[in-house]
């Protein structure tokens, strides 16, 4: 099991820039694949972005390819999503979640694959 800890979320006009930190607890972290999730209110769950244990693969939702971009530091236990040209339909709480295997299939799609979250940082676009 591993905790989650997201931060850098806020208040941004369109066009602009944020970026997210997860920090993880535990000494295995470079051992987990972790995604960032996002819900906005009313909505279900929805993937963002995800990462491979060693960072080499990386997978983007179409609405986000190009705009947002995931990486890992493992020797800080953190990951980040750094969010470019932002749009008020970006606003939501953002999640990042981590998982003990390396992902297989689309299986970083889905929360169901995911056994450890964060609780949530806020992220709102205003237009």
């Known amino acids: 099991q591993v905790q989650l800890v997201e931060s850098g979320g806020g208040l941004v006009q369109a066009g602009g820039s944020l970026r997210l930190s997860c920090a993880a607890s535990?000494?295995?972290?470079?051992?987990?694949?972790m995604g960032w999730f996002r819900q906005a209110p009313g909505k279900e769950r929805e993937f963002v972005a995800a990462i491979g244990w060693s960072g080499g693969n990386t997978y983007y939702a179409d609405s986000v390819k190009g705009r947002f971009t995931i990486s890992r530091d493992n020797a800080k236990n953190t990951v980040y999503l750094q969010m470019n040209s932002l749009k008020p339909e970006d606003t939501a709480l953002y999640f990042c979640?981590?998982?003990?295997?390396?992902?297989?299939?689309?299986?970083?799609?889905?929360?169901?694959?995911?056994?450890?979250w964060g609780q949530g940082t806020q992220v709102t676009v205003s237009s």
């Open positions: 535990g000494r295995t972290f470079s051992s987990y694949s």
């Open positions: 979640a981590a998982v003990y295997s390396t992902f297989y299939s689309r299986s970083y799609y889905y929360p169901a694959t995911y056994n450890d």
